[in-house]
């Protein structure tokens, strides 16, 4: 099985507690899935020598790639050149980078995926900007239409997927992770694995609701995120896990 764990973007002031959530992160993939795996990297800053130094360093990653560009979020994502070799890969991890894992079992995560057919996997999310994503039971499987993003499992085709519902202009990504129900993409929560959102949002507010609003005129029939919740309830139903 080969795992590929994808830092959407990474940099800003907290890059030391950045790093330590990183390499923890790393460190309990591996203990998890027991074996190699290779990590890509978009850095949106300049001051990345010593992450990069301390990343080589890890024995346990197979490959490494780093992609540097100003930008926020799918200004990196969207165009990085690696993007070529993630089909290589059997999954792909995609989390944030102020996201730490509290419990993780990838090959769950993968065995849910198969068995109810779903494409984008998440995490029960502590910290989250909406209560759904943390407010269940441990024993429930959720499948949703609407779903935030912090910690996804995919695999390369679903990634692809992923990518083509998002633009480079709605670079904060806000209303997309609204969408899966109008999209048609199944998307769910696993709420017995948990990760943390540990740093507060440094989002322009004001900006990023503008391109959302530019985004969902140009690309939906809605004008805004309260428009796609009266027509998709966040949760369209509840699965009891044994």
Known sequence: MRILYYLAAFGGDTDNIKYNILQYNLEYIYKNIECKFSIIINF????????????????????IYFYDKIGVLTELFLTCPYNNIIKLYDYVL???????????????????????DIIILSP????????????E??????????????CILLTPHEFKTFCNIHTIQNKWM??????FGYY??????????????ELPSK???????KLCKKYLKKYTKFLTLNDICKKYKIV???????
């Open 137 to 150: 039971d441990e024993n429930l499987l959720t499948i949703n239409n609407i779903l935030e993003i912090y």
């Open 94 to 116: 995609f989390i944030l980078d102020d996201v730490k894992i509290i419990n993780l079992d990838i090959y769950e995560l993968i065995k849910i995926k198969k068995t109810y």
């Open 174 to 179: 806000w209303g997309v992770d609204h969408l």
């Open 44 to 63: 949106y800053d300049n001051n990345n020598k010593n992450v990069k130094e301390k990343i080589r360093k890890l024995e346990f990653l197979e490959h």
């Open 236 to 242: 369209k139903r509840k699965i009891i896990m044994s």
């Open 184 to 197: 048609k993409i199944s998307a769910g929560i696993i709420y017995k694995y948990c990760v943390s959102h």
């Open 203 to 209: 989002s322009n507010q004001n900006e990023a609701l």
């Open 124 to 135: 029960k999310v502590i910290n989250s900007s909406h209560a759904f994503m943390n407010n």
